[in-house]
T-cell receptor, first 113, second 110 residues
Framework: KAGVTQTPRYLIKTRGQQVTLSCSPI?????VSWYQQTPGQGLQFLFE?????QRNKGNFPGRFSGRQFSNSRSEMNVSTLELGDSALYLC???WGSGRETQYFGPGTRLLVL | ELKVEQNPLFLSMQEGKNYTIYCNYS?????LYWYRQDPGKSLESLFV?????AVKQEGRLMASLDTKARLSTLHITAAVHDLSATYFC??????????FGTGTSLTVIP
């Protein structure tokens, strides 16, 4: 069974640009969550989606948005990038609507210059 | 806001020894999670604890939850080098908000 895949793996953008990151969950998993990891703020929860619906959202500005498609694949978008958005973005999938055992992708490392 | 504190932040221990990582959270939490992260890698789910008194074990790791004390522990038994990693706990409150602890960097010395 293929694991969680994230694309791209590495990305360099400049301030003010926007970026879209993609996450393909394990086949059959309906829940996808996104997390941001930075040296300064640590790990923070971004969003959780289940069956195309956003179940909850962390404390991030509106520049951060996401969606989930009918095949459970998910995307997150960050508009008007800031230097502080440089981070490792992780997505995780699980079968049900709760955060039972999650399987994490390798992450997308975003650098904003 | 739910606050999650882990201690210690850094832990260096000899192979074969036992130790415990502590995770305190500030308000009522429905669920408590433990994760492992190897350097430069993604996260790996270890345990999900759903109720007061829950105890889960996998190999040399055992996690427990005391909701009255707002405390979860991750106990390491007879540590081996392969357990060297950073361990995170995370708590989820009734509003489905989810917060991570700062992490405990564990180094097991031969």
């Amino acid at each position: 069974k293929a694991g969680v895949t994230q694309t791209p793996r590495y990305l360099i953008k400049t301030r003010g640009q926007q970026v879209t990151l993609s996450c393909s969950p394990i086949s059959g998993h309906r829940s996808v969550s996104w997390y941001q990891q930075t040296p300064g703020q640590g790990l923070q929860f971004l969003f959780e989606y289940f069956s195309e619906t956003q179940r909850n959202k962390g404390n991030f500005p509106g520049r951060f948005s996401g969606r989930q498609f009918s095949n459970s694949r998910s995307e997150m978008n960050v508009s008007t990038l800031e230097l502080g958005d440089s981070a490792l973005y992780l997505c995780a999938s699980s079968w049900g609507s709760g955060r039972e055992t999650q399987y994490f992708g390798p992450g997308t490392r975003l650098l904003v210059l | 806001e739910l606050k999650v504190e882990q201690n210690p932040l850094f832990l260096s221990m000899q192979e074969g020894k036992n130790y415990t990582i502590y995770c305190n959270y500030s308000t009522t939490s429905d669920r408590l999670y433990w994760y492992r992260q190897d350097p430069g890698k993604s996260l790996e789910s270890l345990f999900v604890l759903l109720s007061n008194g829950a105890v889960k074990q996998e190999g040399r790791l055992m996690a427990s939850l005391d909701t009255k004390a707002r405390l979860s522990t991750l106990h390491i038994t007879a540590a081996v080098h392969d357990l060297s990693a950073t361990y995170f706990c995370a708590a989820e409150n009734t509003g489905n908000q989810f917060y991570f602890g700062t992490g405990t960097s564990l180094t097991v010395i031969p």
